[in-house]
């Protein structure tokens, strides 16, 4: 069984007062969700103060993204996956769509970071998805198993069982407009099936599959009801503890 993962991404939004408050609040209102992981991700600054006052709770800290470089040294403004171990981290974010959109990271870049948190013991939560243009000319599965090819060239089977996929459609993010169930389990399978190819069936049945785009607590639970959805990425409505509680406890 796939124990399935609710995971906030917190963008570029809180500061560390903010976020320890946000975290503090999340804390006793999923105390009690044994039925998945509990995974939230603030900005760089607040991982540390967030951690700590996360220290023995269910609730586990990401980072939204990691350097790909694996020993310190000079290379100004990145944060390794050590130091992202040290601040308390257990996860990271890798290709979201919005730092492939606006910072350039390519697959190769992505293929080097997700080695990078491996290295370190961090769990990946590596994002793929196409845009609506994409979509709309029916590209839809080739540019998300091209996404996923590239950035996993070269990782064995046992690296790759670690890894947690979040799906989600570029068009979703953000906007409002969330994929309905049917084209989320379409697409969910379809990554198992290529993973199934790729690596075994083995490793396709156990891999998480999360999918992300305007989830909000109104649609977690039909999307959560599709086979092949383990769990959710969450931005926007996991900025609120209330809002983000309701969609870790989707299950009623
Ligand atoms: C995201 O940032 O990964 C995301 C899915 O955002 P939102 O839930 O706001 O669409």
Redo the contacts with the bound molecule.
């Keep these: 069984m796939r124990k399935p993962v609710i995971a906030g991404?917190w963008?570029m939004f809180k500061t560390i007062g903010e976020s320890v408050n946000t975290a503090v609040s999340l804390k006793p209102l999923v105390s009690n969700a044994n039925h998945c992981e509990v995974v939230i991700a603030p900005v760089f600054t607040s991982l540390k103060s967030v951690a700590d006052r996360l220290e023995g709770s269910n609730v586990k800290v990401a980072a939204q993204d990691v350097s790909d470089q694996l020993k310190f040294g000079a290379h100004t403004g990145e944060i390794s996956g050590d130091m992202l171990k040290d601040a308390g981290c257990s996860h990271a974010?890798i290709g979201?769509?919005?730092r492939r959109a606006m910072y350039g990271d390519s697959d190769a870049f992505i293929n080097r970071k997700l080695r990078a948190a491996l290295h370190f013991g961090l769990t990946p939560i590596l994002?793929c998805g196409e845009t609506l243009d994409e979509r709309d000319a029916g590209k839809a599965e080739q540019v998300v198993s091209d996404q996923l090819e590239n950035d996993l060239t070269g990782l064995t089977a046992d690296e790759v069982a670690k890894i947690i996929i979040?799906y989600?459609p570029v068009w979703?993010?953000?906007?409002?407009r969330?994929a309905t169930p049917e084209q989320a389990q379409q697409m969910h399978a379809y990554i198992r099936s290529w993973l199934s190819g790729k690596f075994g069936a083995g490793l396709a049945d156990g891999l998480r599959i999360l999918y992300?785009?305007?989830?909000?607590p109104e649609n977690i639970a039909e999307l959560m009801n599709a086979p092949d959805i383990d769990g959710?990425?969450?931005?926007?409505?996991?900025l609120e503890a209330e809002s983000f509680a309701r969609i870790v406890h989707y299950n009623g």
Excluded at 212 to 216: C, M, Q
Excluded at 232 to 237: I, N, R
Aim: glycine share 22%; charged share 15%.
């Design positions: 991404n963008k974010i979201h769509s919005e994002c979040a989600e979703a993010i953000g906007t409002g969330t992300g785009g305007s989830v909000k959710a990425l969450v931005g926007g409505a996991s």
